[in-house]
């Protein structure tokens, strides 16, 4: 399995490999929970190689990865899941995985694996662990990873081997924004109701900034250097940068009392149609303005 992350607005590719060590390499696949929607693909100008009304599922399944061991593969609100799924007698500390690709990986203090990228990581979150009862009702028990070098195992506490066993980890990701040779700080975050996420902040000279936007450089300050601008930036719920901007006159950030001078935005919304509004502080005497605005 392959994680692809793009990041910035000139796009990088960073891939990590996850790759489950001595598993069944002819597991059988299927698909699972069948969706009404259907897909065409008719590509070329040969008709017989068209295809029609191809079925989507909701989940994936690999079945027999492991001894009494099958492997299913979804999606849950944006991130990307997959359970381990044990029938009784399976043992659960048979089954690793390797992570290649990062820089470092390394285990946190919350029991999440966290892969070092160039411009961020990924994190393989601490799994939810439960057994399924005789009724079909779930009982939680612990479960944590353990880590040696790059591969990962799994132990459980208090799992009764009679019972069927579900381990449920995320892929999640983490990323910066910031330039190569400056300074950034995030003042305010808001989410819309796709995941979208929008940041607000101050950043210093070299930051990213997209093509396109409001503004492409900071404002220079009275000594010619940037000391600071606000910006704004948009993310999709997967992590990939929509849009940054700076958006701030020649105050100086730097020069303010405990840092309040320049631009500051304290606060950031977003509409039902994708307005977004940013609150702040500013001591530029330039800061940008519209027409007809109240003041």
Known sequence: MSLQRTMGPSPQLSVVRLTFLGANPAAAVSGIDLQASTSNYFLGKDSSKWQRDVPHYARVKYEHIYPGTDLVYYSREGEFEYDLMLQPGAKPEGIRFSLEGGQWVQLDSTGDVYIALPQGGVKVKKPTVYDVLANGSRRRINGEYVLAGNTVSFKLVGHDYSRPVVIDPVLTYSTYLVGTSSWAQATA???????????????????PVTPGTYQQACVLQY??????????????????????????G????????????????????????????????????????TQGAFQ
Do not use: W
Request: net charge negative; with cysteine; aromatic share 14%.
């Open 250 to 289: 020649s105050g100086d950030y730097s020069a303010g009392q405990f840092g309040d001078g320049g631009d500051k935005p304290l606060a950031v919304a977003v509409s039902t149609s994708g307005e977004v509004y940013i609150a702040g502080t500013t001591a530029s005497f330039d800061y940008p303005v």
């Open 223 to 248: 000594n010619g250097a940037c000391n600071g601008n606000a910006f704004v930036a948009k993310f999709r719920s997967d992590g990939t940068l929509i849009y940054s901007t700076y958006i701030g």
């Open 189 to 207: 975050v808001a989410v819309d109701a796709t995941g979208a996420f929008y940041v607000a902040g101050v950043a210093g000279p070299d930051f």
